[in-house]
């Protein structure tokens, strides 16, 4: 039969524009696009945040450039579309985000659904609170799934006792972390004397970094400085670290507080000095041998 009324003008998708309904497109660079205000035709060349809000460039065939809201109101071969941000950028930022993700603070890959060891019979000696806090910030992950316990020795002035108390042997290493090991100093001579001594001698690695306190081995930039200030003799260094910062240095207490605040601004590795990297990886590494 015919249709004497024809068919239902409002049927179907009425409201639809004339060039049809713009298409979420990825600025991705070199495409061709053009701003329908100004009639500007141009190959994106980048998309960048600028106060807030995404702008695209495109250059035209002169080699002019000029910056557009990223958005609607521009057209692909004269098909409306809303210029989004590349996906090869997000899928950029997105992969880094991952692999930072996957990584620990000392570097290593991270490894999830790993229970800790129980812990093994080695073990890494430090000589006091901060050390073993620094080296809990930033290979703690790694000590736990390797099974690494971190103890403190109270400074080293009797090493050599207390390498006879933990009786280092086959399956149980001892990894000893000296501050401010230099030659001439009264640390080199003590760690010269335990290192050999008998019959731990093997199973003992006793290494040291240079710095006159582990506080020291935090990158200057961290705080602010380009390298961390002298303290004059007489002086107590860390009460003389903190005056410096213009921090709370009268009491034990304000010590402790400046430590923290110090150790917050560590957020990986990078943040460390390579000769304090070198010697706690080289610690790992020996009492977590076969």
Same mark, same amino acid.
């Given at each position: ?5 024809? *068919? ?97 603070? *000392? ?12 812990? *093994? ?114 002086? *107590? ?54």
């Amino acid at each position: 039969m015919t249709d004497r009324y024809g *068919s239902d003008v409002l049927s179907g998708d009425w409201r639809r524009p004339p060039r049809g309904r713009s298409v979420p497109t990825a600025a991705e660079p070199g495409l061709v696009v053009e701003d329908v205000e100004t009639g500007w035709v141009g190959a994106v060349v980048r998309v960048e945040k600028a106060g807030g809000v995404h702008v695209v460039h495109l250059e035209d065939r002169r080699g002019r450039l000029k910056a557009f809201p990223l958005g609607p109101g521009f057209l692909i071969d004269g098909a409306p579309v809303v210029l989004t941000p590349p996906e090869a950028a997000q899928n950029a930022r997105l992969a880094t985000a991952r692999a930072a993700g996957s990584r620990t603070a *000392s570097g290593s890959r991270a490894v999830s659904g790993v229970k800790a060891k129980v812990a *093994s019979g080695s073990r890494i000696f430090v000589e006091g609170r901060h050390d073993a806090e620094l080296v809990e910030k930033v290979w703690g992950d790694d000590l736990r799934i390797e099974g690494v316990v971190v103890e403190m020795l109270d400074g080293v002035d009797d090493l050599e006792g207390a390498i006879r108390d933990f009786a280092p042997g086959p399956g149980r290493r001892m990894g000893v972390l000296v501050d401010h090991l230099v030659p001439g100093t009264k640390e080199s001579a003590v760690v010269a004397r335990a290192a050999a001594l008998k019959p731990y001698a093997a199973h003992v690695l006793i290494v040291g970094h240079p710095f006159v306190d582990v506080w020291q081995s935090v990158r200057p930039e961290r705080l602010g400085w380009t390298q961390w200030p002298v303290i004059p003799r007489g002086t *107590s260094w860390k009460h003389g670290i903190l005056r410096e910062l213009g921090w709370p240095h009268a009491t034990q207490a304000d010590v402790a507080h400046g430590w923290k605040r110090i150790l917050g601004t560590v957020r990986t590795y990078a943040d460390l000095e390579p000769s304090l990297l070198g010697r706690v990886e080289e610690l790992i590494d020996f009492v977590t041998a076969p």
